[in-house]
């Protein structure tokens, strides 16, 4: 690409860059993660063996990483439903998407005692 | 044509000598291929947004429920899905999510690859391998749930 022609769009292009990022990553997810859920049909014991992995703690370093996709997308695909179907949509898409991200800092203060606990107390003892 | 004369066109516009008529862009012609006379494109808009109002019930209540609820992810287990898969309504939840999570993830993919994959053999087999993974992922699912058997040893 020659120099100083990329795009750098604002707001509305990087949270659409992090919509279709995340989007992509969940289905990904979503594929293996019917696959493990399907070992139920096999033996209890293929499906504990396999949902151990889930209990590791760098495993829930990446569960803490897709409960990040998963609440960015979905708090941004309602701001983009709002964008389309809301008659002011457009004029405050960019206070939207702050509130998206505001939003979405909470919720992943809350979710991280939750989700990454176990793995804290395994790896640090007591 | 240059500025000039394209401002000289629009000279002596009136009732006797109407503007050029603009054909929209894609506009359908008898030259429009069939495939491509349907709504499809805005069924599947409409979709994204309704399936994804409805995901994130299902989607946000499930991650609550197997990541933060009754000691997170550590009570996983065999015994736990037994459990949960006794109920009719569990079914249903994750049933109905298994479609609409699928479809959607698909139907978004497609769009993806239309948007990066350039050459028609990469863009035709490139959908291929998404729509063989999706019927494929679709379909153990559901026969998961409804073929699960808790006395399976
Ligand atoms: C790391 C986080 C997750 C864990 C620990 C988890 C755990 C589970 C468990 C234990 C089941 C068995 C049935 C049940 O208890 O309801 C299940 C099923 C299911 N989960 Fe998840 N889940 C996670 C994330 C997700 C996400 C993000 C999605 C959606 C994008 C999802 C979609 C599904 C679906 C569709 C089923 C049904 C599978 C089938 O039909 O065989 N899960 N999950
Ligand atoms: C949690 C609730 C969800 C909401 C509110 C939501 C909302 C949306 C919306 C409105 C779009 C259309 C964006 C556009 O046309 O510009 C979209 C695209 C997409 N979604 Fe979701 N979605 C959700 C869950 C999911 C899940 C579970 C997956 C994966 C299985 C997923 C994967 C995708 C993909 C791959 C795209 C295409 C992105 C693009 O074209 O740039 N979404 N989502």
Known sequence: MPAGTLYRGREGM???VAHRVTGVLIFFFLFVHVLDTALVRVSPEAYDDTIAVYKTPLVAVMEYGLVAAVLFHALNGLRVVAVDFWASGTRYQKQMLWTVVGLWLVLMAGAAYPVLG????????? | MSATSSVSATEGIGPDN??????????????????????FELYGWVFMRLSGIVLVVLVLGHLLIQ??????VSKVSFAFVAGRWASPFWMAWDLIML?????HGANGLRTIIN???QRDGTRFWLKMLLYTATVFTVLLGTLV???FDPNIR
Do not use: C, Q
């Not at chain 1, 793995?119 to 003892?125: I, L, M």
């Not at chain 2, 990541?67 to 997170?72: A, E, K």
């Open chain 2, 67 to 72: 990541l933060v609820l009754d000691g997170g």
């Open chain 1, 118 to 126: 176990h793995a804290v107390r395994e790896v640090f003892g007591s």
């Open chain 2, 99 to 103: 479609w609409l999570a699928m479809l």
């Open chain 1, 14 to 16: 990087w949270s659409w």
């Open chain 2, 145 to 147: 749930i409804f073929t």
């Open chain 2, 18 to 39: 109407p503007a050029p008529l603009v054909e929209p862009p894609r506009a359908r012609s008898a030259r429009t291929p069939k495939s491509t006379r349907t709504n």
């Open chain 2, 115 to 117: 948007d990066y994959a």
